[in-house]
């Protein structure tokens, strides 16, 4: 088997909004017109993301439950998060793929680490990972309290402000892997989608599937 994956932004993705219903779905047409542009079956396995440390396998499409993560050893069934600042990681393995929705909440919860051992309990040690768009140290913005759980990640905003680099302790956080980027911070860069900058409802995806 061999993995693939796309970490998606905005304008890579398709060139209209993704809305995403309260269930964390991408409304029908919108995953329609995607998975015809990126050449993906268009039922995927999803989550209701809860910002937590819980990790489901997936072995058909649908919605999967309250978790944050999902690992799958099964072909062509693509597996789904979505962000507007979080991160989305995709993991990749020998022929297990997983992906993760990480916000500074998933991350003291140990979903990375949670994500690495499900994929192990699968059989397949992840050896790469790719993080996508998210807010990133320029911009992230954080009180005392949040700072206080990351010592080793905290930085500076463009404007002095304490801040946390959510991709620095994700890399910390997952020693051995192959730590790849795309994509930058949604924060600034008016091509992604961000929350804290008013995308209520709009969402990137980061996909992995075995094909």
């Known amino acids: 088997m061999t993995s693939r994956f796309r970490v998606l932004s905005r304008d890579s993705a398709t060139h209209h909004a993704f809305s995403v219903a309260s269930d964390g779905d991408l409304r029908r047409g919108d995953r329609r017109r995607f998975s ?7 039922e995927w396995a999803t989550v209701n993301q809860v910002h937590a440390g819980r ?10 439950g309250d978790a944050d993560a999902l690992v799958t050893r ?22 297990v793929i997983g992906v993760a929705h990480a916000g500074w909440r998933g991350l003291d919860a140990g979903i990375l680490e949670a994500t690495v051992e499900a994929m192990r309990a699968l059989g397949s040690s992840p050896h790469r990972v790719t993080a996508g768009p998210g807010i990133r140290r320029c911009c992230y913005e954080v009180g005392p309290e949040v700072a206080a759980v990351f010592p080793d990640s905290q930085a500076l905003t463009t404007w002095g402000t304490v801040s946390v680099d959510l991709v620095a ?25 961000s929350y804290r900058n008013g995308a209520i409802i709009e969402r990137m995806v980061s996909m992995g599937w075995l094909g």
């Open 36 to 42: 015809l542009k990126h050449q993906v079956a268009a």
């Open 74 to 95: 099964t072909r062509d069934l693509p597996i789904a998060i979505f962000t507007a600042d979080c991160l989305g990681l995709v993991f990749e393995g020998a022929d």
């Open 55 to 64: 990790v489901v396998v997936a072995s058909e499409p649908g919605i999967h």
């Open 169 to 193: 302790e994700s890399r910390r956080r997952l020693p051995g892997l192959v730590f790849e980027e795309i994509g930058g911070c949604t924060g600034c860069d008016e091509k992604y989608f």
